[in-house]
């Protein structure tokens, strides 16, 4: 069983930029898809970017292409969300998700595909 760690969220200036770390623990890292969601207050969580087991494969939301980008360091356990050109609509909790689940050829981008998930950290942007 994997755990997951957030951690990298702050307050931030509307065009700033945050990395957002996601440390893993447990053998199983490796072998898992993971994910980035985002929760903002009164709202569903929703997908944010999603990355393969090799990194070479990686899927994002509509409303972050180009400005996110999802990352992982197998031998760090570790998965990352660089976030720029940040805007106030990206205030949310962010989580990480796993799963060993396999899905192909899309990636998972909806909640119930993922297996196991992180506290959260806090993003805010301000105008």
């Known amino acids: 069983q994997v755990q997951l760690g957030e951690s990298g969220g702050g307050l931030v200036q509307a065009g700033g930029s945050l990395r957002l770390s996601c440390a893993a623990s447990?053998?199983?890292?490796?072998?898992?898809?993971m994910g980035w969601f985002r929760q903002a207050p009164g709202r569903e969580r929703e997908f944010v970017a999603a990355?393969?087991?090799?990194?070479?494969?990686?899927s994002y939301a509509d409303a972050v292409k180009g400005r996110f980008t999802i990352s992982r360091d197998n031998a760090k356990n570790t998965v990352y969300l660089q976030m720029n050109s940040l805007k106030p609509e990206d205030t949310a909790v962010y989580f990480c998700?796993?799963?060993?689940?396999?899905?192909?050829?899309?990636?998972?981008?909806?909640?119930?595909?993922?297996?196991?998930w992180g506290q959260g950290t806090q993003v805010t942007v301000s105008s």
């Open positions: 998700a796993a799963t060993v689940r396999t899905f192909s050829p899309v990636l998972p981008t909806t909640p119930e595909r993922y297996d196991t």
């Open positions: 990355i393969r087991l090799s990194g070479r494969s990686t």
């Open positions: 447990g053998r199983t890292f490796a072998s898992n898809t």
